[in-house]
């Protein structure tokens, strides 16, 4: 059974760019072995990530992540069964925020800034396909 999680989380302040490269790495590293697949975004200390795989080992991955003192304010915004993946191209792919179109998150929330706390998991799921879509998701498979 194949199921799509999207979070989100506010990171401590000791996440830097070398902390998330570091998560990143791991993620590429860990998540081929367990079928997981997915994007992360991070900006202005916010972290919105789509996870996809079976149901046991997304769902393993998540508490791990709600556990991690990394991350405060875990909230889950979208939980479904899927048939197939949308963001399988990724072991962990990473928005580039420095692509982004301030145009593209305004087009989804009321200020041109990642904020997924005040829009629907819908609409952030939304936001994460049109990335997709315009290729602002870097990272290899």
């Not at 789509?50 to 915004?77: F, P």
């Not at 048939?83 to 998150?105: C, D, H, I, Y």
Request: with cysteine; charged share 20%.
């Amino acid at each position: 059974m194949l199921v799509r999680l999207l979070y989100a989380s506010r990171a401590v302040p000791a996440i830097d760019q070398d902390a998330l490269v570091a998560i990143l790495r791991k993620s590429k590293a860990n998540n081929p072995g367990t079928g997981i697949t997915g994007v992360l975004c991070f900006s202005e200390g916010i972290f919105l990530q789509v996870l996809e795989g079976g149901r046991q080992a997304v769902n393993q991955l998540y508490n791990r992540i709600s556990a991690d003192a990394r991350h405060t304010d875990v909230t889950l915004l979208c939980y479904e069964e899927i048939g197939e993946r949308r963001f399988a191209g990724w072991s962990m792919g990473q928005v580039n925020m420095g692509r982004l179109n301030p145009a593209l998150l305004l087009k989804y929330s009321e200020r041109p800034t990642l904020d997924p706390f005040s829009v629907s998991g819908q609409v952030s799921l939304s936001l994460f396909e049109e990335l997709m879509a315009t290729a602002s998701i870097v990272g290899q498979p």
